[in-house]
């Protein structure tokens, strides 16, 4: 193929115009040869909303020229759009092994590890783009996430000025910006900030149905109908609950519409509302039927559950006390139960343990996240040298499989028995402690007041601060830290020697 062909070809897709691009090559003898040329073609084909054949070119022109650092990050882009991020990562890498100064290998791979949970491989990447001559115009938001999870909160902050700088009306900045300053207890301005969530995900996103109601302003008025209805996680929705029982205390009419699995837990703790099942999904399924609406009555307001930060806690949650709990019949059920699966003995500690959190796929990075905050089966060895303990593990059915790769560690899984969080909480309120990683349980437990300890990996959600051993939201909560990123030996072997 003519270099002028593909000189043409590429000045069409520099000037934007990809259709006179595949025009060119159309026309051009020996296209399917010449690496450079398939390349501007697939580029061109993406740039017109994507086509089957296009990651087919990238592999064919990596074939024809291996030691073409741009057709290998050319490749890694395209496996980026589709969803295979690790692909991407390996594509990347090796355009680098080939060009170490490759600007845009440079800058994805420093997101994509920043995403993996390798934030600080990817902070250096960023400084070799930065020093190579890479502009930060563009780069500013990427940035303070990157300095955010590498700790330099300091550079976080100065980054996440100048992103809002440069893009103003962007409410992902506001909201990538409140984790740092949730993260540092700043809750008047960080909650504030939270609420860009919505327009950055949208109902869909959060999986909030549009009840059509008007907007709760905040103020708790006696006798205001309100409805505060679910979005996001379960563990969320029971750390926001701690804003529930001063807005009864105000005389407000609180109608909580809940997940089922937390309707009868909800119900019970908070006997003077009203609490209405609730499903709704995330993404672009249609919306779901509220069939409680009927029976209701009328409402004056509403509120998503994570906007009672600044609604009802721009000062910070309230003080930590329990004020969640199961119902009694099912505390004294358990009771029995437990003691069927494992009969007590004297001496010893009976001790609910969650290893591993949920692995959700509602935001690009979910499944990531959720990997992180996971201690690996293996890693929980230790625990079982420790005396006098009877382990019960609190995993549903969703996650119960990770138990059979501890090794020695004698469980008795409560996975068949539970239907609800009222049967974790009513489990939790017969065990003497819960070690549990960042998930739904620690908020239970802790909501409970049952002395918790709660294993966090290296950048721990803002709810657990910086570097707490307490918890502001939970009377009795230890916190068990990572001192390097997916190191969990040196967590384990601590609450280890804590437990002896």
């Keep these: 193929m003519s270099a002028e062909s593909v000189a043409l070809a590429l000045d069409a897709l520099n000037a934007g115009r990809p ?23 697939s580029v061109a084909l993406t740039r017109l909303g994507g086509d089957p054949a296009a990651p087919a070119l990238l592999e064919r022109a990596v074939r024809l020229a291996p030691g073409d650092a741009q057709a290998h990050f050319n490749l890694g882009v395209a496996a980026e759009a589709a969803g295979a991020l690790e692909a991407a990562v390996m594509r990347y890498g090796q355009a680098l092994a080939l060009d170490p100064n490759h600007l845009g290998a440079l800058n994805n791979l420093s997101d994509l590890l920043r995403r993996r949970g390798r934030p600080e491989e990817g902070w250096e990447l960023m400084q070799r783009y930065l020093s190579g001559g890479g502009g930060a115009a563009g780069q500013e938001l990427r940035l303070a996430k990157l300095a955010l999870d590498t700790r330099r909160y300091a550079d976080a902050l100065a980054w996440f000025r100048k992103a809002a700088a440069a893009t103003p009306d962007d409410p992902r900045v506001t909201f990538e910006h409140s984790m740092l300053t949730l993260l540092l207890e700043d809750f008047a301005e960080g909650f504030a900030q939270y609420e860009a969530r919505l327009p950055v995900y949208g109902h869909a996103g959060l999986a909030i149905h549009d009840y059509g109601l008007p907007a709760w302003s905040g103020e708790a008025k006696p006798g205001l109908r309100l409805l505060l209805h679910r979005e996001q996680g379960l563990g969320d929705m029971m750390m926001f609950a701690a804003a529930v029982p001063g807005l009864l205390e105000a005389g407000v009419q609180v109608n909580l519409a809940q997940a089922p699995s937390l309707t009868r837990l909800f119900a019970e703790s908070f006997p003077k509302a009203r609490v209405w099942p609730s499903v709704t999904v995330a993404g672009p399924a249609p919306p779901q039927p509220q069939p409680f609406l009927a029976v209701c009555g ?126 974790t909480a009513a489990a939790i309120a017969n065990l003497d402690l819960v070690i549990t990683v960042d998930t739904a349980v620690a908020h239970l437990a802790g909501a409970m007041g049952k002395p918790t300890w709660v294993l966090l990996w290296r950048n721990a959600d803002w709810r657990w601060g910086v570097e707490r051993a307490d918890s502001l939201w939970y009377p009795a909560v230890r916190t068990f830290r990572q001192a390097r990123a997916h190191r969990w030996g040196p967590v384990i072997e601590d609450v280890a020697r804590a437990l002896g």
């Design 19 to 41: 259709v006179d691009a595949i025009a060119v090559l159309r026309q051009a003898p020996d296209t399917a040869d010449d690496p450079i040329a398939l390349q501007a073609w």
């Design 298 to 423: 009328p409402l004056d307001g509403q509120a998503p559950m994570g906007s009672l930060g600044a609604l009802a806690m721009r000062h910070g949650p309230p003080a930590p006390v329990a004020y969640l709990k199961p119902p009694p019949h099912e505390v004294a059920r358990w009771k029995a139960r437990l003691e069927a699966l494992a009969p007590p003995r004297r001496g010893e500690r009976r001790v609910g343990l969650v290893g591993g959190a949920r692995l959700p796929r509602f935001s690009d990075d979910g499944l990531s996240n959720g990997l992180r905050k996971s201690v690996p089966p293996a890693e929980l060895e230790p625990l079982a040298d420790v005396g006098a303990v009877r382990w019960f593990a609190l995993h549903d059915r969703s996650n119960a499989e990770m138990l059979a790769d501890i090794p020695r560690l004698p469980l008795v899984d409560l996975s068949p028995f539970i239907t609800d969080f009222a049967d």
